[in-house]
Each structure stands twice: as structure tokens, then as C-alpha cells.
T-cell receptor, first 116, second 114 residues
Framework: GAGVSQSPSNKVTEKGKDVELRCDPI?????LYWYRQSLGQGLEFLIY????????KSGLPSDRFSAERTGGSVSTLTIQRTQQEDSAVYLC??????????????FGPGTRLTVT | QQQVKQSPQSLIVQKGGIPIINCAYE??????FPWYQQFPGKGPALLIA?????SEKKEGRFTISFNKSAKQFSLHIMDSQPGDSATYFC?????????????FGAGTTVTVRA
């Protein structure tokens, strides 16, 4: 079946511009996560959506970062006024969610963001 | 503050060797410990995971060893092959407290030479 998809795969933007990154989770998965992977680093948690519950935004590094999830499916991560330190690979993952008591997270291929 | 510490940063083995990657954690509330494999340009893929109620789990050539008292766990790759060359990440989470987000180690780049 289809896995997690993300678009675009690569994004180059100028410092100060806003960017939107999209994630399509696996169909039926109620949990969705965003992580950031900087060059040579591990993955850093950003935000977590579970069903209709309020998202866990505890990992967002600044108020320039926001995310939404429409209709419990597709999610968009928005970075406003991008800075060079925002350059990283942004990864989305989905999970069947609490109802299935599954902890497994399945990752998409990521969006490589470069801020010039 | 990194909640999961991973070592080594990189390692090189010959084909057939057994790369061993170690991870340590501080948060005793963690009770789910997955390992992910990542190839260049790809997202991480779940390899194997363990809960604290067992000390060892095997899936194919991959084995996790878990030491609850020491708060350490490790990945062994038996009979390693060049196709196993990738970056491996350990992670931990606390699903029983509805804290499903994963805390990742910094990663280990494994190179298996033919």
C-alpha cells in the first residue's frame, strides 16, 4: 500500500521567505508527527497530531513555525520568515494511533529545505 | 538536552562482521525502544523494536539487547552485508503516558566493506 508521502522533495528559498511543506499520511492513520533532521544530526521532534485532540506543539523551535492538519489527514508545516538555521530535512511520520495501540511510526522521504 | 545517547558515531566492519551500536537513556518512563535504518536520501525505516519486559529480541540478522537496570540497549547486526551500510538511529518513547513522540539518538553510520 501507499506509504507516507511528502512534497516538495526539495525546496530552496531565500532568507525571509515563507515556506509550506506538505505531508500525506498513510490512509487511516490518525497520528501524525513532524520531525526535523539537521545535517549529520538525529531527528528532532517538532509537533504531533492525534485525531481531533489539540496538537502537541512542544517541539516547535520558535513562533515562526506552525502546522495544521485538515480533515484529520493531510498536514502542512509552515515556516515564516525563514532563516539559514532552518535548513534541514523535514520528516513526517504517521502511526495507526491510540485506537490500535500501535507505537510504530512510519516515515516519509522528507523535504530537504535549503535557505540561502 | 539529548534524552538518548548513541555511540559510536560511525563504524566500519568487514562483510560478515557484527557491528554493535549502543544507546543509553535517562528517562525511566521510556518503555518503547525502536531502531530505525536510514539510507541516503530516504526517510528512516523501522527496523526492530523492543519493550522493557524482554531482554532480547531478534528479527532476521538484527538483534536488540536490552538492560533495564543499566538503562541501556544495543543493536547487533549479525553476518553483516554491504547492503546493511546505512545510518542507524535508536529512539525511545513513553506511549503508556500518551507521550508517543520519539526521542532519537544522534545516529551511527555503519559501513560494511565487501
Amino acid at each position: 500500500g501507499a506509504g507516507v508521502s511528502q512534497s516538495p522533495s526539495n525546496k530552496v528559498t531565500e532568507k525571509g521567505k515563507d515556506v509550506e511543506l506538505r505531508c500525506d499520511p498513510i490512509s487511516g492513520h490518525t497520528a501524525l508527527y513532524w520531525y526535523r533532521q539537521s545535517l549529520g544530526q538525529g531527528l528532532e521532534f517538532l509537533i504531533y497530531f492525534q485525531g481531533n485532540s489539540a496538537p502537541d506543539k512542544s517541539g516547535l523551535p520558535s513562533d515562526r513555525f506552525s502546522a495544521e492538519r485538515t480533515g484529520g489527514s493531510v498536514s502542512t508545516l509552515t515556516i515564516q520568515r525563514t532563516q539559514q538555521e532552518d535548513s534541514a530535512v523535514y520528516l513526517c511520520a504517521s502511526s495507526p494511533g491510540l485506537a490500535f495501540a500501535s507505537y510504530e511510526q512510519y516515515f516519509g522521504p522528507g523535504t530537504r529545505l535549503t535557505v540561502t | 538536552q539529548q534524552q538518548v545517547k548513541q555511540s559510536p558515531q560511525s563504524l566500519i566492519v568487514q562483510k560478515g562482521g557484527i557491528p554493535i551500536i549502543n544507546c543509553a537513556y535517562e528517562n525511566t518512563a521510556f518503555d518503547y525502544f525502536p531502531w530505525y535504518q536510514q539510507f541516503p536520501g530516504k526517510g528512516p525505516a523501522l527496523l526492530i523494536a523492543i519493550r522493557p519486559d524482554v531482554s532480547e529480541k531478534k528479527e532476521g540478522r538484527f538483534t536488540i539487547s536490552f538492560n533495564k537496570s543499566a538503562k541501556q540497549f544495543s543493536l547487533h547486526i549479525m553476518d553483516s552485508q554491504p547492503g546493511d551500510s546505512a545510518t542507524y538511529f535508536c529512539a525511545a518513547s513513553n506511549p503508556l503516558s500518551n507521550d508517543y513522540k520519539l526521542s532519537f539518538g544522534a545516529g551511527t553510520t555503519v559501513t560494511v566493506r565487501a
